[in-house]
């Protein structure tokens, strides 16, 4: 089983553009989680689309491993959303960024040290991966985040591409 954080999007009837969320799905590949995706969406039926994707498999300098047993370590995962402002775009700027940190007070210190220069920069969602993400509901079993600590650090890998989801 993979974890995914997939970005989505579509149009609501009651927003003047387009909307946008990220779930988190463990299914055994992208494909399997369209049916779970359909099911979570709330916004105008027809309108779900795919924007980017990445399988969670590694974040900053540990690998993210999936297991039926609880993981014992001190070390969470962490989903943080970060925003700000760029003087010459007319919208709030978005990074999202998987960290390992022992509580919510590091993991938002941590992310917040990688901000680019916006104005005002700030945290708008933060949220322990384990207890927030939907870890069992394509595969009907629940499963555990396990970290595991390696000697480089890698770069998340993600993919972006629309893809309709009719």
């Known amino acids: 089983m993979k974890l995914f954080a997939i970005y989505i999007g579509g149009e609501h009837p009651a927003a003047h553009i387009e909307i946008h969320d990220v779930r988190f799905i ?96 700030h945290r708008d969602d933060l949220y322990e991966a384990e207890k927030a993400f939907a870890l069992h509901e394509v595969i009907g079993e629940k499963l555990h985040i396990h970290l595991v600590a390696t000697e480089t650090a890698r770069p998340p890998k993600f993919a972006c591409r629309y893809t309709p989801l009719k």
């Open 26 to 121: 463990v299914a055994p590949s992208l494909k399997a989680t369209h049916d779970a995706l359909r099911r979570q969406w709330w916004g105008a039926p027809g309108t779900l689309h795919i924007d980017c994707w990445a399988e969670i498999d590694h974040a900053d300098g540990y690998d993210v491993q999936l297991r039926p047993e609880p993981y014992k370590g001190r070390e969470r995962l962490f989903f943080v959303n970060l925003g700000g402002y760029d003087p010459a775009d007319f919208a709030e700027q978005h990074r999202n960024m998987f960290v390992v940190a022992e509580n919510v007070t590091q993991a938002k210190a941590r992310a917040m040290a990688t901000l680019p220069a916006w104005k005002e920069g």
